[in-house]
């Protein structure tokens, strides 16, 4: 976290040390929800503070890049190779598209996209769009907007308890969203 803090860009409004600490927080509950502890929970922990790491290194295939440091520092705190196989499985289901092969990787990928169905959206996908901003100063409002629909229209949640307490609110948001993008145009 500290590295987060001190060594990410400020243009990083979205990928940032406040993200990794929203979704560490929200693995530990959804892991909580299924029923997930001990040894595998610490290893949902670790997967969630790593799980954008690569971006300290940039931006392109930044999960690959969190598993090489993950591999990297992981040892140094007496996790074995197997353990930081599994960090990293977690860590590569938050990619997107997400395709987590387990119950562990399901609850990370969701934990890294949870805020989509909380009121929280609207704050993470200004984020977003700022940070993005940086790289396409010409993306522009109604731009932002199909991207934000198609991205909801494609994501699904993987956990119980993302698609039974996250997935009516995150339906409400694209509902708003195209509305918002009918009366617009």
Request: glycine share 4%.
């Amino acid at each position: 976290m500290d590295r987060f803090k001190k060594d990410l860009p400020n243009y990083l409004t979205y990928h940032n040390a406040a993200h990794t600490r929203y979704v560490l927080d929200k693995a530990r509950l959804i892991a909580k929800e299924e029923k997930v502890e001990g040894d595998q929970l610490e290893l949902v922990q670790i997967a969630a503070l790593y799980h954008d790491s690569g971006f300290l290194n940039g931006m392109v295939d930044h999960e690959n890049e969190g598993c090489e440091i993950a591999k990297a520092e992981l040892p140094l705190y007496g996790f074995s190779a197997l353990q930081i196989q599994e960090i990293c499985q977690m860590i590569t289901a938050t990619k997107i598209p997400q395709r987590p092969q387990n119950l562990l990787g399901r609850i990370v990928a969701d934990a890294d996209l949870e805020y989509l169905g909380t009121d929280l959206f609207d704050l993470g996908s200004q984020r977003l769009f700022d940070e993005l901003r940086n790289f396409n100063t010409s993306l522009t409002h109604m731009e932002w907007l199909k991207i934000q629909i198609g991205f909801l229209e494609s994501h699904q949640y993987h956990t119980d308890y993302c698609q039974e307490f996250r997935q009516p609110k995150k339906m409400e948001h694209l509902a708003r969203l195209k509305e918002e993008f009918l009366t617009a145009r």
